[in-house]
């Protein structure tokens, strides 16, 4: 069902810019790039989302290609409190808007 | 303040037994979800409702019913409880649109045994 695909893991060292890639290449023209974190069992936080420029406010910047195909995450200083499972959700405008998650990818940030 | 708030946060019961898990949002959003999180930790929609009215019912078993008595709640009904229903349960909100994010409660972890 979802139609975004992420790695399923990723390191990255505290203080250090993470970089979390998304393909989403069927995307439609009208369907926004969702992202979402999911620290240990909490509910899924959302961090920001955006349709075709590119997007950054308090927690992360977002990138999104020029053909939309793919995207990228960047937490420009992680701290170890950035440990999550990162979603990257196409919002389905003809299937009633659902959000799709796939498997997300489990960013570790290492002291 | 909670904007989503589930009840109860965690639930222990046996096979066969009914249960319901209760959801409230203090936003203002006109649309309500259930999410069913398994132990894979694979996030799927079950229901949506919007204004009470029910838009999303994926292919969800009839044994799980929701119910929204007005557009701030949204409680899930399952009955006759099997080993696979455990897992943990999350209700969410959003605004109507393409646009609207998704607000998450902090989850409801159900355990059949």
């Known amino acids: 069902d979802a139609k975004t695909t992420q790695p399923p893991s990723m390191d990255c060292a505290e203080g250090r810019a993470a970089n979390l890639p998304c393909n989403h290449s069927?995307?439609?023209?009208?369907?926004?790039v969702y992202w979402y974190r999911q620290i240990h069992s909490q509910g899924p936080q959302y961090i920001i989302h955006?349709?075709?420029n590119n997007e950054t406010n308090e927690m992360a910047s977002l990138i999104i290609t020029e053909d939309r195909k793919s995207s990228t995450l960047i937490l420009p200083h992680a701290t170890l409190r950035d440990t999550a499972v990162y979603y990257c959700i196409v919002r389905v405008v003809a299937d009633f808007n659902k959000f799709y998650f796939g498997s997300g990818t489990k960013l570790n940030v290492k002291p | 303040d909670t904007a989503v708030s589930q009840t109860p946060k965690y639930l222990v019961t046996q096979m066969g037994n009914d249960k319901s898990i209760k959801c409230e949002q203090n936003l203002g959003h006109d649309t309500m979800y259930w999410y069913k999180q398994d132990s894979k930790k694979f996030l799927k929609i079950m229901f949506s409702y919007n204004n009470k009215e029910l838009i999303i019912n994926e292919t969800v078993p009839n044994r799980f019913s929701p119910k929204s008595p007005d557009k701030a709640h949204l409680n899930l009904h399952i009955n006759s409880l099997e080993l696979g229903d455990s897992a943990v349960y999350f209700c969410?909100?959003?605004?109507?649109?393409?646009?609207?994010?998704?607000?998450f409660g902090e989850g409801s972890r159900l355990t059949v045994l």
């Open positions: 069927t995307i439609s023209g009208n369907e926004y």
């Open positions: 955006g349709l075709k």
């Open positions: 969410a909100s959003s605004l109507a649109g393409d646009t609207g994010e998704l607000f």
